[in-house]
């Protein structure tokens, strides 16, 4: 037995040992990466199921590696924000998504606002309202065609590092602020306050087979509701079917996103995408 319990201890601090160096070797690449400008930025449409407007557009991020191809942000940004370097990524995500919005917006392509994802460590830096403020007036992009989306977590622990205060001047720019993957966090309806928050997205968990999934359409259609009641906006992300998409008209949940609707696209491709719906 005890034999035995040795060499399955070996093989764990073998896997463990395996597991540090691929982080590490991540690392060194993500650090390489930020220094060589490969992180570009996908877009994916939102859109009004009634109307068919376009109610705005996710700036994603991308990671192409030269010998591992594309590396997905579920992957590379848990170690990215360990090493520190979430904050720069983010930096260059949104100096790249404002910029292409911006050429949009000079060019009248309708896209509703861009929305950009931005983490806790990310908005905890000093300067980042400056920073922000900043990226917005060099591009010419209206602080109205800008939202920030954010996860529960981030908007609820804040009281020490200022998030609150830095969220509310950024707000009364005209920027909107979101709720991201509504419905996994702590956040509950009633600390939701339309004073502060402009949209909820409701996670992508609740929309997967909702036309099936009795518990899923029931969650839906509460926070549907109740948003509904606080005058604040709702979008369901992640609706990959038709049926999904018909369910979601019928509890009036009016924005979605998804497979179904758009793939998140290049630049190019986006604003393809964007041109073809443009009035
Ligand atoms: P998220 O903010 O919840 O973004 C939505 C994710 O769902 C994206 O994954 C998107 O490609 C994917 N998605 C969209 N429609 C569908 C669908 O119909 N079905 C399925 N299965 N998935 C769909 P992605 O691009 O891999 O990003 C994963 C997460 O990484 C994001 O989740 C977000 O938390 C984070 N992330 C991505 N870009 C950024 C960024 O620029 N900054 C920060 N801070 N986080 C980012
Ligand atoms: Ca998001
Ligand atoms: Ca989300
Ligand atoms: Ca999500």
């Not at 030269?66 to 930096?91: H, L, N, T, Y």
């Not at 010419?140 to 998030?163: C, H, N, R």
């Not at 005058?231 to 369910?247: C, D, K």
């Amino acid at each position: 037995a005890k034999k035995h319990g040795g060499g399955t201890f070996s093989f764990f601090s073998e896997e463990l040992r395996r597991e540090l160096e691929h982080r590490k070797q991540l690392e060194r690449d993500i650090a390489a990466a930020i220094a060589h400008d490969a992180f570009s930025v996908y877009f994916q449409p939102q859109v009004s199921l009634t109307n068919g407007s376009i109610a705005g557009v996710e700036a994603l991020v991308r990671w192409h590696h030269p010998e591992r191809g594309m590396i997905s942000p579920g992957e590379f940004i848990p170690i990215a924000e360990k090493a520190g370097d979430m904050p720069r990524i983010g930096r260059i995500v949104m100096r790249k998504a404002i910029q292409e919005a911006a050429s949009w917006y000079r060019t009248g392509i309708q896209f509703g606002r861009l929305a950009v994802n931005v983490s806790g460590t990310e908005l905890r830096e000093p300067d980042f309202t400056r920073f922000l403020f900043a990226m917005l007036e060099d591009a010419g992009l209206p602080p109205q065609k800008l939202s920030l989306e954010i996860v529960e977590s981030v908007i609820l622990d804040d009281e020490k590092t200022g998030i609150a205060s830095k969220l509310r001047m950024i707000r009364a720019a005209g920027v909107h602020l979101e709720l991201d993957d509504f419905g996994t966090g702590y956040a509950s309806l009633t600390h939701v306050n339309p004073n502060e928050i402009d949209r909820l997205k409701i996670d992508r968990r609740f929309v997967q087979n909702i036309n099936l999934n009795d518990d899923n359409s029931k969650i839906v259609r509460a926070i549907t509701e109740l948003a509904r009641g606080l005058g604040i906006s709702i979008i369901a992300e992640g609706a990959e079917t038709e049926e999904e998409l018909s369910s979601l008209l019928s509890i009036g949940c009016d924005q979605v996103q998804g497979y179904s609707i758009a793939f998140p696209m290049p630049d190019t491709q986006a604003r393809e995408w964007l041109e073809a719906r443009s009035p």
